[in-house]
């Protein structure tokens, strides 16, 4: 394999980094997935970056984590500052103009995160009539709600999913919407076990591992490592991990994947 010329940043300081460095595109702010707390890092994400750059010949050492935002994910793989994105970063066709997937390594659905206390009231997206839910400004997970929850479906708009996390643990409202995988791991990082995914996913958003567009025999390298990733129980072993005392499980339709094809994700909701 072509090695990557690459600049240290994030995860290890230049004078610790031996060797060619692959540096990798996650979110810092995203507990269960892809978190950074003094200097380390964590989540499914992270073990799926880890795995699949060991078996591109990178020691963890040689591996840099660069802080991404949804928003600058294309132009900065476009312009090299990351040689790849792992960052529940959805397949979709408009992207697919621009960047490169190899995946999905995992398929999610936009879902409802909830109090146990109203699981038997609250059972599918239909059941939120004249209930406020609430999802992130400019989110797909928002548009969703607009278009297809009851029309008396009250939305409310936050930042981000920790800031709705708050809200309904106050009882401000009833239930959280995103897919399926960061609602579980907001709940995993509650720990009392005081909430529950719903388990009724109505989207398909399949996560892909993002390269600059041209990649091709890169793409085909990291299928190979993904395939690994799942026969071995690796794969396996992060969900566990990230989601444990959630009662979360992924959609057995998709998961884990067997089919490293970069196909196009499924955002029309299937109520």
């Given amino acids: 394999m072509t090695t990557l010329s690459l600049v240290a940043c994030g995860s290890a300081s230049q004078a610790d980094v031996v060797g060619p460095k692959i540096r990798i595109g996650i979110k810092f702010d995203q507990p269960g997935i892809s978190v950074e707390q003094s200097g380390?890092?964590?989540?499914?994400?992270?073990?799926?970056?880890?795995?699949?750059?060991?078996?591109l010949g990178y020691a963890p050492k040689q591996i840099v984590f660069?802080?991404?935002?949804?928003?600058?994910?294309?132009?900065l793989l476009q312009?090299?500052?990351?040689?790849?994105?792992?960052?529940?970063?959805?397949i979709t066709k408009d992207r697919q103009k621009v960047v490169d997937f190899a995946g999905p390594y995992f398929v999610a659905g936009q879902d409802l995160l909830i109090r146990k206390t109203?699981?038997?009231?609250?059972?599918?997206?239909?059941?939120?009539?004249?209930?406020k839910v609430c999802s992130a400004t400019g989110?797909?997970?928002?548009k969703i709600v607009q278009d297809y929850f009851p029309k008396t479906t009250q939305l409310m708009l936050l930042n981000g999913y920790s800031e709705c996390l708050t809200a309904l643990l106050s009882g401000t409202v009833d239930a959280v919407t995103t897919d399926d995988?960061?609602?579980?791991?907001?709940?995993?990082?509650?720990?009392?076990?005081?909430?529950?995914?719903v388990g009724h996913p109505f989207t398909e958003e399949s996560?892909?591992?993002?390269?600059?567009?041209?990649?091709?025999?890169?793409?085909?390298?990291?299928n190979e490592a993904l395939k690994s990733y799942v026969s071995s129980g690796a794969w396996q072993r992060a969900i566990d991990k990230a989601t444990k005392g959630t009662g979360y499980k992924p959609?057995?339709?998709?998961?884990?994947?067997?089919?490293?094809?970069?196909?196009?994700s499924e955002q029309i909701a299937r109520f």
């Fill in 79 to 90: 312009n090299g500052t990351v040689d790849m994105i792992v960052d529940t970063y959805t």
């Fill in 207 to 222: 996560y892909g591992i993002g390269v600059k567009k041209g990649s091709a025999v890169l793409v085909e390298k990291i």
């Fill in 40 to 55: 380390t890092y964590s989540g499914f994400a992270v073990d799926t970056a880890r795995y699949v750059a060991e078996k």
């Fill in 66 to 75: 660069k802080q991404v935002t949804s928003a600058q994910r294309e132009s």
């Fill in 181 to 197: 995988l960061i609602l579980a791991t907001l709940a995993a990082a509650k720990a009392d076990s005081s909430l529950m995914v």
């Fill in 251 to 264: 959609n057995p339709e998709f998961n884990p994947p067997t089919k490293f094809d970069a196909r196009p």
């Fill in 139 to 142: 989110s797909t997970s928002a």
């Fill in 118 to 131: 109203e699981k038997s009231q609250i059972t599918s997206p239909r059941d939120l009539a004249n209930k």
